[in-house]
């Protein structure tokens, strides 16, 4: 039989002792304030001027948690484009989902000048294809927000990856 309290001094210390070998093996949390992620917040993002556009600045901008009260470190300009292909079809011949595909290019220049880095990634997303013409714009709509959301991660860690390695 254990004493009552005994357990919890148990964990407190099994917790703290944990903490102090994290902490000496150099181990820093993956969404941690230091290093790359901490610049990352000093991102300022420019996207073409169309709606999927303006979807994946403003996912990059929440992913990178950029602060706006501050002078940007670097500037990150993506292109994107996107493909849309017909999947399955009904018998009167129309298509029953798509499949989209958005690739999504990406230049990050230091704000005080040197030598860019560059990425890109492809994103592929399914939605369902409607009769109704106001459902059909709105699977079509969810469908590249869903896709501007992935590619706004899959950026953000090339970009942690690229300024781990500076």
């Excluded at 990150?76 to 079809?89: A, D, H, K, N, Y």
């Amino acid at each position: 039989m254990s004493r009552p309290g005994h357990r919890g001094a148990w964990t407190a210390s099994a917790v703290l002792s944990v903490s102090v070998l994290l902490a000496g093996c150099g181990f820093t949390p993956l969404y941690g304030d230091t290093g790359a992620s901490g610049s990352l917040s000093r991102i300022a993002v420019t996207t073409q001027d169309d709606r999927l556009g303006y979807r994946l600045r403003e996912q990059l901008e929440d992913a990178l948690g950029w602060d706006r009260g501050t002078a940007p470190l670097y500037r990150l300009e993506t292109t994107v484009e996107q493909s849309r292909r017909p999947l399955g079809r009904r018998i009167d011949d129309t298509a029953t989902r798509y499949e989209l595909t958005v690739r999504g290019a990406w230049t990050l220049t230091p704000a005080s000048g040197g030598t860019p880095l560059t990425g890109s990634q492809t994103v592929t997303t399914t939605y369902a294809a409607a009769d109704q013409p106001y459902a059909a714009i709105a699977a079509q709509q969810d469908g590249e927000d869903r896709a501007a959301a992935e590619l706004a991660r899959m950026i953000r860690l090339d970009l942690m990856r690229a300024l781990a390695g500076q």
